[in-house]
């Protein structure tokens, strides 16, 4: 196949007691192929620029931006900003519409002119004052899908740091241990992607093709992926951050337990052989979190980058010539939708730019 046929000439491995170790690109290199997927990316748009699928994009960009310094990324961040009005999307109670406030809120505190954080601070301010009766079995909270642990924390969070105003925090705390009770499996330390993949009580739900529980790649790599950005916002001595470094930790050990040997996580994470080849938005999420968790010692780099570093170097074989990132799953709740080299979505694109920008920061 073409995506192994790259990672031929891609991937540099040793031989160490039968594990393949990758080394590092050259931050040239790295550099290099983010911008190639960042250039592909502007050119062929998908969806509203603030869709959910576009927020998880610019986070990555912003964060591209952050770690080479090349204006490119800021030009095309102050002009999606700026046509969108520095607006959410349209529905104030979901996570997803807010996703796209991540970027608003480093703008503002990166000092871009015209920045307006009032639109987001409105719909905050709502979701806090207000109680949304969902009126479904499956949406008993807000959070009620892991996803949305990658869409809505992180803004709370971050626009309480630059505020100054603690309960943006405690609200976001209160939402996120709703979900967390909800949907973590405390046995297999993973997050269901709702209450229908859910195992509890004589109520047995859906289960992947070898009987084992069904966790996705990517709903998981949202979570871990999400963890991090909140993490690096919240301050050290905030009362309640050992509860989501504790989540990181144990839900980084899982998904180092069950990376499979080319590196690339599989769409289903207990049962890959039924997925052969794996899945890059997923992947890229949980290579930025690694690589997070490393550059600020929540997770031990002699045991983690080489997982991280195989994953890096997996990832950059499956970018065609073109800078599109290939084989990243179709938008979906669970690991059953199929997907090829030329299946590209933004989110996959923005996972790996989030990827590329903490691994330009790691220190040898």
Same mark, same amino acid.
């Given at each position: 196949?073409?995506?192994?046929?790259?990672?031929?000439?891609?991937?540099?491995?040793?031989?160490?007691?039968?594990?393949?170790?990758?080394?590092?690109?050259?931050?040239?290199?790295?550099?290099?192929?983010?911008?190639?997927?960042?250039?592909?990316?502007?050119?062929?748009?998908?969806?509203?620029?603030?869709?959910?699928?576009?927020?998880?994009?610019?986070?990555?960009?912003?964060?591209?931006?952050?770690?080479?310094?090349?204006?490119?990324?800021?030009?095309?961040?102050?002009?999606?900003?700026?046509?969108?009005?520095?607006?959410?999307?349209?529905?104030?109670?979901?996570?997803?519409?807010?996703?796209?406030?991540?970027?608003?809120?480093?703008?503002?505190?990166?000092?871009?002119?015209?920045?307006?954080?009032?639109?987001?601070?409105?719909?905050?301010?709502?979701?806090?004052?207000?109680?949304?009766?969902?009126?479904?079995?499956?949406?008993?909270?807000?959070?009620?899908?892991?996803?949305?642990?990658?869409?809505?924390?992180?803004?709370?969070?971050?626009?309480?740091?630059?505020?100054?105003?603690?309960?943006?925090?405690?609200?976001?705390?209160?939402?996120?241990?709703?979900?967390?009770?909800?949907?973590?499996?405390?046995?297999?330390?993973?997050?269901?992607?709702?209450?229908?993949?859910?195992?509890?009580?004589?109520?047995?739900?859906?289960?992947?093709?070898?009987?084992? !529980?069904?966790?996705? +790649?990517?709903?998981?790599?949202? /979570?871990? #992926?999400?963890? %991090?950005? =909140? $993490?690096?916002?919240?301050?050290?001595?905030?009362?309640?951050?050992?509860?989501?470094?504790?989540?990181?930790?144990?839900?980084?050990?899982?998904?180092?337990?069950?990376?499979?040997?080319?590196?690339?996580?599989?769409?289903?994470?207990?049962?890959?052989?039924?997925?052969?080849?794996?899945?890059?938005?997923?992947?890229?999420?949980?290579?930025?979190?690694?690589?997070?968790?490393?550059?600020?010692?929540?997770?031990?780099?002699?045991?983690?980058?080489?997982?991280?570093?195989?994953?890096?170097?997996?990832?950059?074989?499956?970018?065609?010539?073109?800078?599109?990132?290939?084989?990243?799953?179709?938008?979906?709740?669970?690991? !059953?939708?199929?997907? +090829?080299?030329?299946?590209?979505? /933004?989110? #996959?694109?923005? %996972?790996? =730019? $989030?990827?590329?920008?903490?691994?330009?920061?790691?220190?040898?």
């Amino acid at each position: 196949m073409k995506s192994i046929r790259q990672l031929t000439l891609i991937l540099l491995i040793v031989g160490i007691s039968g594990q393949l170790i990758a080394q590092k690109p050259s931050d040239k290199d790295i550099k290099k192929s983010m911008l190639k997927a960042y250039k592909w990316q502007q050119k062929n748009p998908k969806h509203d620029l603030n869709d959910w699928t576009n927020g998880a994009y610019y986070i990555g960009m912003t964060k591209a931006y952050q770690s080479t310094g090349n204006k490119a990324y800021a030009k095309g961040l102050k002009a999606m900003a700026e046509s969108l009005d520095w607006m959410p999307r349209h529905r104030w109670y979901h996570a997803d519409d807010i996703t796209i406030c991540q970027s608003y809120i480093y703008m503002e505190q990166d000092g871009v002119e015209g920045a307006n954080l009032q639109p987001t601070v409105a719909v905050l301010d709502r979701v806090m004052s207000e109680d949304y009766d969902w009126n479904d079995d499956i949406r008993p909270i807000y959070w009620w899908w892991c996803d949305a642990l990658f869409m809505g924390p992180p803004v709370f969070v971050h626009y309480g740091v630059l505020s100054g105003e603690m309960k943006y925090l405690k609200a976001s705390d209160k939402l996120y241990k709703e979900c967390v009770d909800l949907l973590f499996d405390q046995e297999e330390h993973l997050f269901a992607r709702d209450m229908r993949y859910q195992w509890k009580g004589d109520k047995e739900y859906m289960k992947e093709s070898n009987g084992k !529980k069904i966790f996705w +790649s990517r709903g998981n790599g949202w /979570v871990i #992926g999400g963890l %991090a950005l =909140l $993490l690096q916002q919240m301050p050290d001595d905030y009362e309640n951050r050992a509860y989501y470094e504790d989540l990181f930790k144990k839900m980084a050990v899982k998904l180092k337990s069950l990376q499979p040997e080319d590196g690339l996580w599989r769409s289903s994470l207990l049962d890959p052989d039924a997925y052969p080849h794996g899945e890059v938005s997923g992947t890229g999420f949980d290579t930025f979190a690694f690589l997070w968790g490393i550059n600020n010692g929540l997770l031990d780099k002699e045991e983690y980058l080489p997982a991280a570093l195989k994953a890096f170097n997996s990832l950059m074989g499956c970018q065609q010539k073109n800078g599109m990132m290939g084989w990243v799953q179709p938008i979906g709740a669970d690991p !059953k939708r199929n997907f +090829s080299v030329d299946s590209w979505e /933004v989110y #996959g694109t923005g %996972a790996y =730019l $989030l990827a590329g920008s903490e691994l330009l920061k790691l220190k040898e």
